[in-house]
Nanobody, 126 residues
Framework: QVDLIESGGGSAQVGGSLRLSCAAS????????MGWFRQAPGKEREFVAAINWTVGNSKYADSVKGRFTISRDYANNIVYLQMNSLRPDDTAVYYC???????????????????WGQGTQVTVSS
């Protein structure tokens, strides 16, 4: 079992920045892949970024490449999503997610992530 708790959401102006945090606990998340997804009103949940917890390599959705950075604090079991140059279409509920242990391939397939946090709201306004 993996428990995930997000924080750091809120409001920002266009062009501004926010940093989301995801505190992870459980026996197996360190052998896994962690990801961030988001869901805007009336839309399906979509992939944002993912990182291999052990190796540290990452993958991004095209819509956030060059603006968002995923990273992890190995000692404190936290995954971050640094969001810069925010745009109104970044407005969504952001979810932290984890793959099951031993699945270390980075994927953007939402169905490959069985563990989810409760979500944190991000609102970007002009």
């Amino acid at each position: 079992q993996v428990d995930l708790i997000e924080s750091g959401g809120g409001s920002a102006q266009v062009g501004g920045s926010l940093r989301l945090s995801c505190a992870a606990s459980g026996r197996t998340f360190r052998r896994s892949v962690m990801g961030w997804f988001r869901q805007a009103p009336g839309k399906e949940r979509e992939f944002v970024a993912a990182i291999n917890w052990t190796v540290g390599n990452s993958k991004y959705a095209d819509s956030v490449k060059g603006r968002f950075t995923i990273s992890r604090d190995y000692a404190n079991n936290i995954v971050y999503l640094q969001m810069n140059s925010l745009r109104p279409d970044d407005t969504a509920v952001y979810y932290c997610a984890a793959r099951a242990a031993l699945y270390t391939d980075i994927t953007d397939d939402i169905h490959e992530f069985p563990y989810w946090g409760q979500g944190t709201q991000v609102t970007v306004s002009s």
